[in-house]
C-alpha cells in the first residue's frame, strides 16, 4: 500500500471521528480543563459563594455585584505560590485579576460545599 493511501485512509477516518464527537458532544457542557488554574477556578465557581464578615467589596464607592465578582473568579489566574494548596480541610487560593484597569486580588477559602472570599484587595 503506497503512501497517498494510507495518509487518505487515515484522513478519512480522522474526519469521520471529529464528525461523530460534534455529533454527540453538540450542546452539552463539554469542557477541556486540564491546566491546574482551569481545574481550580472551575472547582471554586462550581460552589456557593459566601462573604467573609471582614470583607468589603468596593471599588470607587460603587459596591461590585456577585456576577462582577464571579467573572472575576473565573477569568482570574490563580497564584499558586501565594496560595495555601496544603490548608486542611479547607484550601485558601489567591484569584489575581484585573478590573477597569485595576489589579484586583481575591483570597478565596475553597471548601467541600461552600466557597469564601476571606479577602479582596484592589492594587494601584
Known amino acids: 500500500m503506497k503512501f497517498i493511501q494510507r495518509l487518505s485512509y487515515y484522513l ?13 458532544l453538540n450542546g ?3 469542557s477541556c480543563d486540564y491546566g491546574p488554574n482551569a ?5 471554586i465557581s462550581s460552589k456557593k459563594l459566601s462573604y467573609s464578615d ?3 467589596i468596593e471599588i470607587n464607592r460603587q459596591t461590585l455585584d456577585s456576577t ?12 499558586f505560590s ?6 486542611e480541610p479547607c484550601k485558601v487560593y489567591q484569584i489575581e485579576n484585573t ?10 477559602k475553597n471548601c467541600s460545599l461552600v466557597a469564601t472570599i476571606l479577602d479582596f484587595k484592589i492594587e494601584n
Open 12 to 24: 478519512g477516518g480522522f474526519a469521520l471521528g471529529l464528525i461523530i464527537l460534534m455529533f454527540f
Open 28 to 30: 452539552k457542557d463539554a
Open 39 to 43: 481545574r481550580t477556578v472551575k472547582n
Open 54 to 56: 471582614n470583607v468589603s
Open 68 to 79: 462582577v465578582i464571579k467573572q472575576l473568579i473565573q477569568y482570574g489566574d490563580v497564584n
Open 82 to 87: 501565594e496560595s495555601d494548596t496544603k490548608a
Open 99 to 108: 478590573y477597569k484597569k485595576r489589579e484586583v486580588v481575591l483570597r478565596i
